[in-house]
Nanobody
Framework: QVQLVESGGGLVQAGGSLRLSCAASGRVLSSYVMGWFRQGPGKEREAVASINWNTGATYYADSVKGRFTISRDNAKNTVYLQMNSLKPEDTAVYYC?????????????WGQGTQVTVAS
């Protein structure tokens, strides 16, 4: 079992920045892929970014490339999502998720989500 707790959401003006944190506990994460997902109002959930805890390999959705950065801190068992140049369309509930590397399909473990609102 992996427990995930997100923090760092809030209200920001367009063009601003936020950093989301996801504190993980319960398992050694070296075999996991950590991801950030989001669901905007009236929209389906979408993958934003992911990182392989062991290799550091990353993935970004086209909509956030060059603006968002995913990273991890081994000592703190925490994954971050640095969000810069925020746009109103980035408004969503952001979820942290974890799954064993190599798993096909849905991520297995999810956090409760944190709201990000970008005002125009």
């Amino acid at each position: 079992q992996v427990q995930l707790v997100e923090s760092g959401g809030g209200l920001v003006q367009a063009g601003g920045s936020l950093r989301l944190s996801c504190a993980a506990s319960g398992r050694v994460l070296s075999s996991y892929v950590m991801g950030w997902f989001r669901q905007g109002p009236g929209k389906e959930r979408e993958a934003v970014a992911s990182i392989n805890w062991n290799t550091g390999a990353t993935y970004y959705a086209d909509s956030v490339k060059g603006r968002f950065t995913i990273s991890r801190d081994n000592a703190k068992n925490t994954v971050y999502l640095q969000m810069n140049s925020l746009k109103p369309e980035d408004t969503a509930v952001y979820y942290c998720a974890a799954t064993l590397a190599g798993t096909i399909g849905e991520f297995k473990y999810w956090g409760q989500g944190t709201q990000v609102t970008v005002a125009s």
